[in-house]
């Protein structure tokens, strides 16, 4: 019997033609949620599933699935289910979302050309607005499939355009008619580029992926008094600018060092006013972006924020309130799918390690419904969401390599 | 004999005159030297100085003297100074600089009404561009007249707006025929508000300047780089943002705690790049403006920076640029002109203490040449280059009495 095998050249020629989907002239190519360039790319994604001859459903939120038919009808058996995005950010790279999609179709072509039909059957996912940029909440089509948000409150979506996401759907013709979550699988599995340094950075070629980290998003407002840099006694300062230092200063030096390999704290965005030199600040505006893949400690440094936040508008006698932007726990992947890319990543030889996905992906939405998990590729420099988003060929063959390895096992496993 | 008294009603009928000079509707005025408004304002004080029957004279970088002879002409007794300046930032009060010159006006008033010919020449100056709005260095007038800086210069600085200084002293009728330090005065006397919020905090009527503290000014660019603040370990991290920040926090943690009561530093701006929640800061750009009245404990404090500076570039992996912004010495006050405005206030019943100026007064450029020192009454919560500048008229009048009193002193100790 012949064996489903993996033709690199096919996989690495689609990812380059869809990255020219809206690309520019600099490098880089744009592809937001439901814009006509995002129709272009999904135009081709569906021409490229009816060479496969799959069976092509659109459900009402824009998601694209294509089924590759089982011996036994999907509606039967549970599917196996893989798949990611097509959508970009403004200026992205051809890697981030799109790798996990063309090597979903990858491994269908793989069975295709080797004549075997799987047992259950395999599906290829593209999800609507993974992205966010122009509707929130970002992974929106993953999160109605999940059940997480309701269909008729994400076609409301209104974009930074002032567009209906339910009118540009329809606009561009990808208003489906399958209930979201008309098909769940047995298993969910996303190949995707790190986004992250991890992996070159300890020369490894395969990341099992443990979970997606939890995310809190705070943006803190610290209320002081503008005053002479050279008059102003400190013990009589009122300094917003010194607040928020200490503050950010606070998390890495504390927060993160009670557990440095677990705890993230970014302090990204920081304005004072009126931004002088010789003046003490009288306001500071700050983002606060806090990630762990551990419940219990997100919320540790959260509180531990909170009491530092107080007791420096106490000591400082500055007034400091925050928003709430973004709150997610955590999400851990399925342990035996974890062991299945495990054990594949080192019969194939190669090079792997355990680690959390620092970014958020529609994984961890289908994880809602189905077990699930993901395998990174090295990413380099860690770069994701700029033109300059890299991984060898050999890099993003391999990848495929261990997904098409770890399908086959979960087909065999009846 | 009859004894100089000063006339409150006068000196503050100037002050708000000469503050409607430039005045803006919502209640500030701007008279940037060398404009047309400064120009208004210098004819006026001119004006009130030939009320008086001054001798006037006005040397080449613009500074006008009003001389009131004494018993001996001043070629041959040096005579006695007070000044400082009537030109503003925008959008100013119309306290700091004229209440020193005008209460000048009003000591010779005194004199000139009690029909008292003073021993040595009294001279009240007024200093040109003192603020430094349009053309650099601030203190420009005084730093001259003092010889710190070299006439053509100053009258070839360039202002930010493409004007030459000489060229628009001669437009406003101002370049005098006088050589820059032709007047060497025994003693300079300026009388000024506090600009900060000392005296007000301790409920003090007069403050006995005992100098002008030391000023460092760098600008410090932090180079990191930017990455995903999901998916980067914190040992992988070059965040230029927490650098800043680290920096900050240190300054008043560590070097301002190190002399609480003399050592200042302030980061009054601070711009981080890319700025966004989600991305570590590939740059960070920041100001550092430090003060102390003890040149030692300055250079202590600017040690201590640049140390700190290499430990956290060689910890975060960061490269640290700082660029000199300015740097003065302090400048002490004479010890026994000190003395006698203290015991003045005391003999008047005013309450007083000493303390350091933490802006920079024409003052500390007359030092250079003559036994100088400063009276300070109270700021209104230390708010100056503001339209809501304040000193109670009361307050106005306490200093003007102290200056009259030392004046005399000063006069009769021969």
């Not at 932007?325 to 390690?353: K, M, Y």
Request: glycine content about 10%; some cysteine.
């Amino acid at each position: 019997m012949n064996t489903p095998r993996l033709d690199p050249h096919t996989l690495l020629a689609q990812i380059r033609a869809l990255g020219d989907i809206g690309a520019a002239a600099e490098g880089g190519r744009t592809r937001i949620a439901l814009t006509d360039s995002e129709k272009a790319g999904r135009d081709r994604l569906v021409a490229w599933m009816r060479e496969l001859d799959l069976d092509i459903r659109v459900d009402a939120i824009g998601n694209i699935f294509g089924i590759l038919p089982g011996e036994t009808p999907w509606q039967e058996a549970a599917p196996l289910m893989m798949g990611s995005h097509i959508d970009t950010v403004g200026n992205a790279g051809a890697l981030d979302g799109c790798y996990g999609v063309l090597a979903a179709l990858a491994v269908q072509r793989a069975y295709r050309e080797a004549g075997i039909v799987p047992r259950r059957a395999i599906i290829a996912a593209a999800f609507t607005n993974e992205e966010g940029v122009r509707y929130q909440p970002d992974m929106m089509g993953s999160l109605v499939y999940a059940g997480g948000l309701d269909l008729d409150s994400a076609l409301n979506a209104v974009g930074t355009d002032g567009s209906r996401l339910g009118d540009e759907l329809v606009r561009i013709g990808y208003a489906g008619e399958m209930a979201p979550g008309a098909i769940v699988p047995r298993e969910y599995l996303e190949l995707h580029i790190e986004q992250g340094p991890v992996l070159e950075a300890e020369n490894l070629q395969i990341g099992v992926v443990t979970g997606v980290q939890g995310i809190s998003w705070q943006r803190l407002s610290i209320r002081g008094t503008a005053n002479h840099a050279g008059t102003t006694p400190t013990r009589l300062r009122h300094d917003a600018g010194y607040a928020a230092a200490a503050i950010a200063a606070f998390l890495r030096d504390e927060v993160v060092a009670a557990h440095p390999d677990s705890t993230l704290a970014t302090v990204g965005s920081l304005e004072l006013h009126p931004n002088l030199i010789n003046v003490i600040a009288r306001q500071a505006d700050m983002t606060v972006d806090m990630r762990d893949p551990d419940e219990g400690r997100l919320q540790e440094a959260e509180q531990r924020l909170q009491d530092f936040i107080a007791a420096i508008a106490e000591r400082e006698g500055v007034e400091i309130s925050s928003e709430r932007l973004a709150r997610f726990e955590p999400v851990p992947f399925d342990d035996a799918l974890q062991d299945t890319i495990e054990a594949t990543a080192a019969e194939l030889g190669l090079s792997h390690r355990r680690m959390v996905s620092g970014a958020g992906h529609d994984a961890q939405m289908m994880a809602r419904i189905a077990p699930t998990a993901m395998i990174f590729v090295p990413s380099h420099k860690g770069i994701s969401h700029n033109p300059r988003e890299h991984t060898d060929d050999a890099q993003l063959i391999q990848g495929a390599e261990v997904l098409l390895t770890v399908v086959g096992k979960r087909l065999a496993a009846e």
